[in-house]
């Protein structure tokens, strides 16, 4: 009996051990690799595959899109006893921005990943929840979604390289040891597909964003969000904007973006190097946040000058059956100058943390 009972702590230490896990952090070392790193890392503990972009029917109706898929990690949850049964919380997010009509669609899912519910393939890039699915397909990307007589099929095809954010693909988002994600985007994809819509099915075409980060400890107790925006010019340039925002209204210096030129070439811009200035805001009466609505962007050294106005106010989301935040994603318009010359564009403007305090 005396040594059964020497037994039982180690027994329940054993358990214990057999029970934790502890997510990696993002540090610097990692090479990221493509396509192997399109797949899902479940050693870290937050990870989304973003998709944005606009699209034009054949009678020239025009259209925004977004198509996002999250995987949240729970092993450091585990209670368990048998942690093979224990799985990540997938969920996903689509949204349709009818920009003459000023209509606004959105639809969400949540599931774990128990049978083939839901899920993100580890060998190769496929995500799906339940018949929402995103896959890589020889260079092409494939988006299927369907939802109570809304659908979105496209075929996205990379026009440029993709292209690593931060320091070679580590994104920082605050100070101290992996506070940060790993973090690259397909900045032009050439779509087409089509798209049913109001009962009616047609085909369009037109330009998306694809954006992967995946990372364990990005965002600390200082920290209310941020404001991400992503510009993509007809002179064959791309912007991106990744503003973090202090509880006390300051922007975080870890603020960053990356400017990617006609050829595919970057250029890292540090907080200092770029400005934006908001020009106007709209109150949602659903949540009651306040958001910006209207910005101008200047990046001096590459004498860049842009003013970029949402297609409508209203394209905010309310996910109560997911995230369960709050936030605002849009379609947007471009317009100013790029060293000396008038330009246009298209952007996609996503902000958080303005309806209540954000969780990732």
């Known amino acids: 009996m005396g040594n059964q009972r020497q037994l039982i702590p180690l027994f329940l230490g054993l358990l214990l051990l057999a029970s934790s896990f502890t997510y990696q952090a993002a540090l610097p070392g990692r090479k990221l690799s493509l396509p192997r790193d399109h797949a899902s890392h479940p050693d870290f503990k937050t990870e989304w595959w973003y998709y944005t972009g606009h ?14 898929f999250f995987r949240f990690g729970l092993r450091d949850r585990q209670e368990e006893k048998e942690p093979h049964s224990f799985t990540d919380l997938y969920m996903a997010h689509f949204a349709l921005s009818d920009k003459q009509g000023k209509k606004f669609y959105f639809r969400e899912r949540a599931n774990r990943g128990y049978g083939d519910k839901a899920g993100a393939r580890t060998d190769r890039y496929q995500v799906w929840n339940e018949d929402w699915k995103v896959e890589e397909r020889g260079k092409s990307h494939l988006i ?31 100070e101290g040891p ?30 998306s964003w694809m954006d992967h980060e995946f990372g364990s400890d990005q965002l600390g107790e200082d920290q209310a969000g941020w404001d991400w925006f992503s510009i993509q010019l007809e002179n064959n340039t791309e912007i991106m904007l990744y503003l973090i925002r202090r509880r006390d ?63 409508f106010s209203d394209q ?23 060293r000396g010359k008038a330009v246009a564009g298209l952007s996609y403007v996503e902000m958080t943390g303005y309806a209540g305090k954000l969780k990732v």
């Open 316 to 338: 905010e989301l309310e996910t109560r059956k997911s995230t369960r935040v709050s936030y605002w994603e849009g379609a947007a318009q471009v317009e100013g100058t790029y």
């Open 249 to 311: 209204g300051s922007l975080d210096p870890n603020s960053s973006g990356t400017l990617v030129y006609g050829n595919g070439a970057t250029r890292r811009l540090l907080r200092h190097e770029f400005s934006v200035e908001v020009l106007d805001h709209w109150k949602s009466a659903r949540s009651g946040a306040d958001y910006p609505m209207r910005w101008k962007v200047t990046i001096p050294a590459e004498k860049i000058l842009l003013e970029i106005r949402p297609s």
């Open 55 to 68: 699209l034009r029917t054949e009678e020239g109706r025009d259209y925004g899109y977004q198509v996002t």
């Open 144 to 174: 299927e979604i369907r939802d109570r007589g809304v659908a979105l099929k496209l075929v996205l095809s990379p026009l440029k390289p993709p292209v690593l954010h931060g320091e070679g693909g580590l994104s920082r988002k605050g």
């Open 178 to 207: 992996g506070r940060a994600s790993y973090y690259y985007s397909y900045t032009r994809l050439g779509a087409e597909g089509e798209l049913e819509w109001e009962g009616k099915k047609t085909p369009v075409r037109g330009l």
